[in-house]
């Protein structure tokens, strides 16, 4: 007999349910029964009704409900007392049960007593009743009938096996059955048991199911086992009934064989099963998963399910007959539905279960990474991790990391992904849009990238989805601009690329938003509509003549199209000519849709004739017409590059322009000239040369002939040498000379991308000649900048999130100030030219091996004049200069540039050679380093300023992520070759350098600006290298062919190698290649750079062993290695460099433990006996300023060294107990070297890292070598003691070191205290355990440690003074069995076990 559990107010559902449907025929209430004079009273002297009627109970007849006068508990205790005391019990029991049968006879009374009993108590008695049981549940509840009444009713119950429902509505096998629902105690379950089994063995269908699924509801927990065998059996004879069965068997407590049993049968049924019943059966396999079993299982369970085979045929087979027979469309349309219902019900059904399991979510992902072969690979994998990855996000990590290798390895490939999604087109385009309206910037820049390669390759499909990415359209507002372009991109390619019906409502939505936006005075506004306008004119006039396009069989331009495109251009221009900086934008995207996407000639002639026209009316002037008027400063034509005086030139009017909009900003008039002619912005000078240049180039093939005037011309400036005025200059003045410089130098940056790639020798060095001027006017910039530190230049990136830009240096700009950061122009036409470069200018540069020595005391003077002002970095301005194209850097391919001067009979007077020359490599070198780095170094790894908008990174690259990274670097792979030029030469030139200065570090020529521009050059070839390698798209098959082309580069510069060469072969040349470098590096910082470049390549290699250690040994020779001492006396290594490189030294080395102690052995002590500013002498870089970042790494190492050495067992042979023995031996030695330097070196810092490291080791000891000593005491016990005596030191210095931190209060070292406190108990408790293992607890001693400081002094405090006469310590040096004791002196501390020579003797005894 077993006692039910009680469901609170449950009792019956079904009948109350089948209650409910008898409402209407059957009276509830007392009012409705008097009404029916013919329901009345059973009266009858059996008894049965006697004793029913004395406890309680008035039985009624017809279809009125038997009537409870008391409360139902009351009601049991009355019967039951009654039988009980009765004086022929048991034979009155008997006389009761066949009272029960004679009246259950008549079907009316037997569905009465079945039914619930109406409750005759007053409302306020029966308020804690809400339902009355029916009479056969009250007395099923009295033990003494229970048995009687069950038999009864299994009696019964066949009468109505194979009976229709009754006309009142009742299914009576339900109504029976509910009976033995939540009983309080079944007498004899067992009986019940099997009473049910039969039944259900003899039922129907359709009630077996019922009887099933009430199992749980009736049996006690004892009868789950031979329930659940019996309905395993079951499932094998009837699978009609597998969904009831695995329902029950998921709700018992069953043995896990038959569990195990159950679910091998299920999963072989699962490639035959019905898609209805699949929810349930994968629900009841993923409920009976263990730990133990779980990759198993679900190994199988992803081997048997198919979506595949199993779930689409479904789907294709409801959409077959849907066109088949269109006049059963909706039986199709449930079908379909119903199937759709069932996918989404399994799902949800492993959802949960991977949500709430986690060993289920773990065992999903590790079968899929165990499965290697591609044909293996199922949908059913792609879906579960992306279920995985959304329900947990502690795997989301580990989910990318398996989906990068199985792409990678070539696993999951396109044909996977169309068919996990082909069906799902609608949903995958849905959430797309989600994730672009989101906000968030990686999900909307990679959503958008999707969808764009969407509309290119089904551009069908996406046009019946138009209307979802049309609501983009709303969130436009936190997009940044070049989402901004690639939206309208989407949009326009939908909505222009064909003539259809539904496209035309796209078309009218994107005119209204583009016309509000540019009606807009917000600058934000105004920035979509430009962009979106001039993107949409791009699709509309692309030129599809002569190759396939969105539109096939559409010719050239018609002339409505053509008038659709000017009209919308001349839009955008009449709508931000008011705005200098939308102008510029409309200019800066209109060159961007010339240059990136071919456009019809119509377009491209009309654009060409208008902008050439429009540039020259509002920039160029005549060089003889000097403008006059009341400038601040005298005008003069300068930088032109023309030797001849003739009044036939050009020049551009820069100055004039400046002022006169400066002028009218502070409220002044024009003149008569100026007012006649229509000012435009000096600020838009460059962006519409940009655009000129463009067009002439498309229109002309490259030729730039028709604009070649503007290289060489002069511009309208003034003196710009500050000299002796500056100071005497007011605020005004600077920041018009300023001004006047960046716009300068924008031009000259534009020039240069406009002519880079001309091929005449005078065009070369010209445009050479230019990059000499930005270098120039860039140092001339740096000492007005120095004394105009509030000043804001004008803008030169006008697609810009804010337009308020302010350089990094100032730390507060007023408003005042902000807004004159618009200052300074309007709009660009131009000749010829393109530029866009964030100016990094640390200015270093590359010459010769051994330059003149007139130049280079030039040099050096110079350098020692600018020593003594304020410095500026124009880095911190880099979003104000223009960007540079990649283009320019083919300027580095430029060796020798011959200039020819020609006489005026046009024949060769003389040669001059032209250098590119080292400011100007270094300039080149550092902008090709910040591209790199913007582009090819994943976001992740790169270091974003604190608190910095999400846009400003990608100021100044804004024409450079218009191309993809492959793209730039398939580029840099073209640049490799001069830049090895460039490296050799550099190395040249530094070793010339050591040579004539004999090795001396610190020789003549090291201080001088030459020498650290070289310097400088050499760490930029490096990190541009570095850059390129560890570029992580060199994993994608696709650009596999990129990287050996890379690497024929470097291979090639030692020997002329072999065509299709190996990888390995490749990689191996190409290491040796760079390692040669090593004994030219000038600084700490190339060395790092060269180092972090051989690791890179030495991690794309299959057997790196070999090179490892070279990589260690050139890092040992950098740190022994006496560098250049900086500006500053002290070091000119910086600590997070010197922290990297003695880390990769340490990582890369074969003996970390023999390094760590030469470095804290041998050059620690050196550093100890030297003078106060000396170093090392074997470790030159090791000084006392460097020390505690040589203390974090080693201590760091050490500790991440023993902590990766395996702990053993007793089953490893005795030679490898030896050498783990040994190891811990070393790594104790080096841990208390390291440790009792701090009685030397006690700063803060170091202090710091010995808490911290020091409890790291510690835990590492208890967890990795004490099992170790467990079974090595016996047989190297003098060994294991003195490790242990060794280590005891250690402990014991560290617990001085916790009262040391506690004495200062220092929070920093005192939040370590407790962790480290505890794990030194726990090492204490260990050893002990130890020791008893191995019966030797007599070599345990305990006793009291005080607490003394670094300096070993008694740490007095209250506590310890009056327990001073009750302390005691033993310091004998025969004894190694230390005390160890807790701060205050009052609990006792185990010792760390330690041996003395008293305990070897008592070890001898128990042994």
């Avoid at 551009?459 to 939206?487: E, H, T």
Wanted: contains cysteine; hydrophobic residues 40%.
């Amino acid at each position: 007999m077993v006692s039910k559990r009680r469901l609170p107010t449950s009792e019956d559902k079904e009948s109350l349910t089948e209650d409910a449907s008898k409402a209407r025929k059957q009276p509830l209430s007392k009012k409705t029964k008097k009404s029916h004079g013919h329901n009345e009273v059973e009266e009858n002297d059996s008894v049965f009704v006697k004793l029913l009627k004395t406890s309680g109970i008035t039985l009624k007849t017809g279809e009125s409900q038997n009537q409870l006068a008391v409360d139902q508990i009351i009601f049991q205790k009355k019967l039951f007392q009654t039988l009980r005391k009765h004086p022929s019990y048991p034979k009155i029991v008997e006389e009761f049960i066949t009272g029960l049968e004679s009246y259950i006879e008549d079907q009316d009374s037997f569905r009465n007593c079945l039914l619930s009993c109406e409750h005759l108590q007053d409302e306020e008695a029966s308020m804690g009743t809400s339902y009355c049981k029916s009479l056969i549940k009250l007395l099923l509840g009295i033990d003494i009938l229970q048995p009687a009444i069950i038999k009864i009713l299994f009696e019964k119950l066949p009468e109505f096996l194979f009976k229709n429902v009754n006309s009142d509505g009742l299914n009576m096998p339900r109504l029976i059955i509910n009976q033995l629902k939540w009983l309080d105690r079944v007498v004899d379950s067992k009986d019940l048991t099997t009473k049910i089994m039969q039944l259900i063995s003899i039922a129907p269908v359709y009630l077996q199911h019922d009887f099933v699924t009430s199992l749980p509801e009736i049996l006690g927990d004892s009868q789950h086992a031979d329930v659940g065998k019996e309905l395993s059996d079951l499932l094998t004879e009837n699978t009609l009934l597998t969904l009831p069965i695995l329902d029950v068997l998921s709700s018992l407590r069953l043995e896990p064989k038959l569990l195990t049993k159950v679910r091998q049968l299920v999963m072989g049924k699962l490639s035959s099963v019905m898609l209805d019943d699949l929810p349930m059966i994968i629900k009841f396999i993923l409920h009976s998963i263990t730990a133990t079993d779980a990759l198993e299982v679900i190994s199988e369970l992803r081997e048997n399910l198919d979506l595949q085979h199993c779930i689409l045929p479904s789907l294709l087979q409801a959409s077959q007959s849907k066109l088949k027979n269109k006049g059963q469309t909706s039986s199709s349309r449930n079908q379909e539905n119903s199937s759709q219902d069932c996918v989404i019900l399994l799902f949800e059904v492993i959802k949960s279960a991977v949500r709430y399991e986690k060993i289920i979510s773990e065992a999903w992902i590790k079968a899929i990474e165990n499965t290697t072969s591609v044909s293996e690979h199922k949908i059913l994998d792609l879906a579960m991790l992306f279920i995985i990855y959304s329900t947990n996000t502690q795997t989301k990590k580990y989910i990318e990391r398996v989906l990068r290798n199985k792409i990678r390895s070539g696993c999951f490939q396109e044909q996977l992904l169309q068919s996990t999604f082909h069906i799902h087109y609608l949903e995958v385009i849905g959430a797309l849009v989600t994730h672009i309206c989101s906000g968030n910037e990686a999900e909307v820049d990679t959503a958008l990238d999707v969808l764009l390669e969407l509309v290119v390759l089904n551009p069908s499909a996406m046009r019946l989805n138009a209307v979802f990415v049309k609501g983009i359209l709303d969130y436009l507002d936190n997009m940044s601009p070049q989402q901004i372009r690639k939206l309208f991109y989407i949009l326009s390619t939908l909505a222009f690329s064909t003539q259809h019906e539904a496209s035309s409502h796209i078309q009218d939505d994107m005119h209204l938003v583009i016309r509000k936006q540019l009606s807009s005075t917000m600058f934000k506004y105004k920035l979509i509509g430009i962009i979106g306008a001039v993107t949409m004119a791009g699709i509309i006039a692309a030129d599809r003549s002569g190759s396939s396009s969105l539109t096939p069989g559409r010719g050239d331009l018609s002339s409505e199209q053509c008038t659709q495109v000017t009209s919308l251009l001349q839009l955008v221009h009449s709508c931000s000519e008011q705005s200098p900086q939308a102008s510029a934008l409309y200019y800066d995207e209109f060159a961007n849709l010339i240059q990136g996407r071919k456009l019809a000639p119509k377009v491209l002639e009309w654009a060409g004739q208008t902008i050439s026209d429009d540039f020259q009316d509002a920039f160029v002037v005549d060089i003889c017409v000097v403008p006059e008027g009341d400038y601040p400063f005298p005008v003069k034509a300068l930088y032109g590059l023309e030797d001849d005086d003739s009044c036939d030139g050009i020049a551009i009017n820069l100055l004039p322009l400046l002022f006169s909009q400066d002028f009218v900003k502070d409220g002044g008039r024009l003149t008569s000239q100026e007012s006649d002619q229509k000012l435009v912005s000096p600020l838009c000078l460059a962006p519409y040369f940009r655009l000129l240049r463009l067009c002439v180039d498309r229109q002309h093939n490259g030729n730039l002939e028709e604009i070649d005037g503007l290289l060489d011309c002069p511009i309208f400036l003034t003196d710009l040498e500050p000299g002796e005025r500056l100071e005497s200059m007011s605020v005004k003045e600077r920041s018009f000379i300023c001004s006047l410089i960046f716009l300068t130098l924008n031009w000259f940056r534009e020039v240069v991308n406009a002519f880079c790639r001309q091929t005449l020798p005078e065009m070369k060095v010209k445009v050479l000649t230019r990059l000499k001027h930005i270098v120039e006017l860039q140092q001339l910039l740096e000492k007005h900048l120095a004394v105009t530190p509030d000043y804001v230049p004008p803008l030169a990136n006008f697609d810009l999130e804010t337009s308020e830009v302010t350089p990094h240096t100032s730390t507060a700009v007023s408003a005042k100030i902000r807004i004159q950061g618009n200052l300074g122009g309007r709009k660009r036409k131009a000749d010829g030219s393109k530029i866009s470069s964030p100016d990094p200018l640390s200015k270093e540069d590359n010459s010769g091996c051994d330059p003149a020595p007139s130049d280079r005391s030039q040099l050096e003077k110079e350098f020692r004049g600018k020593e003594e002002k304020t410095s500026v970095s124009l880095q911190n301005y880099h979003a104000f200069f223009r960007e540079l194209d990649l283009e320019v850097f083919s300027i580095l391919h430029c060796g020798l540039v011959a200039k020819f001067i020609l006489d005026t009979e046009m024949h060769t007077e003389a040669t001059e050679v032209v250098q590119l020359q080292p400011p100007e490599l270094l300039f080149l070198l550092e902008d090709l380093a910040q591209k790199l780095e913007n582009m090819l170094t994943p976001s992740v790894t790169r270091r974003c300023p604190f608190l910095k908008s999400k846009g400003n990174r990608n100021i100044g690259f804004s024409h450079l992520h218009q191309r993809s990274a492959s793209e730039i670097a398939h580029s840099v792979v073209q640049l490799l070759s001069p830049m090895c030029n460039h490296l050799e030469n550099i190395h040249n030139y530094f070793q010339c350098l050591t040579a004539k200065n004999h090795g001396v570090v610190d020789g003549p020529g090291i201080k001088g600006q030459e020498y650290h521009i070289m310097s400088s050059c050499y760490q930029r070839l490096l990190q541009i290298l570095h850059g390129l390698f560890a570029w992580n798209g060199f994993f994608q098959p696709e650009n596999i062919n990129l990287l050996y082309s890379a690497l024929e580069v470097l291979s090639n510069r030692l020997k002329l190698g072999e065509p299709d060469q190996a990888l390995e072969e490749l990689l191996s040349q190409s290491f040796h290649y760079l390692q040669n470098f090593h004994l030219s590096v000038p600084s700490f910082q190339c060395a790092l750079y060269l180092l972090r470049l051989l690791m890179i390549i030495l991690e794309k290699s299959t057997a790196p062993t070999q090179n490892k250690g070279k990589i260690a040994s050139l890092a040992r020779q950098f740190l022994c290695r006496v560098w250049p001492s900086g500006e500053k006396e002290k070091s000119s290594i910086p600590n997070d460099q010197l922290q990297a490189l003695l880390s990769i030294y340490l990582e890369h080395t074969d003996g970390v433990l023999k390094a760590i102690e030469e470095i804290a052995g041998v050059g620690v002590p050196e550093l100890i006996n030297s003078p106060k500013e000396a170093s090392s002498s074997t470790f030159p870089t090791l000084t006392r300023h460097t020390f505690v970042i040589f203390f974090r790494v080693m201590m760091a190492e050490l500790e991440k060294t023993v902590k990766g050495l395996q702990a053993g067992t007793a089953a490893d042979s005795e030679q490898i107990h030896e050498e783990k023995l040994l190891y811990w031996n070393m790594a104790v030695r080096d841990f208390s070297i390291l440790i009792n330097l701090i009685k030397v070196f006690d700063s803060r810092p170091v202090l710091h890292v010995c808490l911290k490291y020091g409890c790291l080791f510690v835990e590492a000891f208890l967890k990795q070598c004490m099992p170790l000593l467990d079974f090595s005491f016996r047989k190297h016990r003098e060994d294991v003691l003195s490790l242990l005596e060794t280590f005891q030191l250690n402990t014991r210095l560290l617990h001085h070191l916790c009262g040391h931190s506690k004495i200062h209060q220092d929070t920093k070292l005192t939040k370590h205290v407790p962790l480290l406190k505890k794990t030194l108990e726990l090492l204490v408790c260990r050893v002990k355990a130890m020791l008893i293992l191995n019966n030797c607890r007599e070599a345990f001693w305990l006793g009291n440690l005080k607490n003394r400081d670094l300096q070993g002094e008694e740490i007095i405090s209250q506590n310890s003074q009056e327990s001073t006469a009750d302390e005691s310590e033993d310091d004998t040096s025969s004894q190694v069995s230390k005390s160890k004791g807790t701060e205050d002196g009052e609990e006792d501390e185990a010792s760390d076990g330690e041996k003395e020579q008293e305990s070897d003797e008592s070890d001898d005894d128990s042994d």
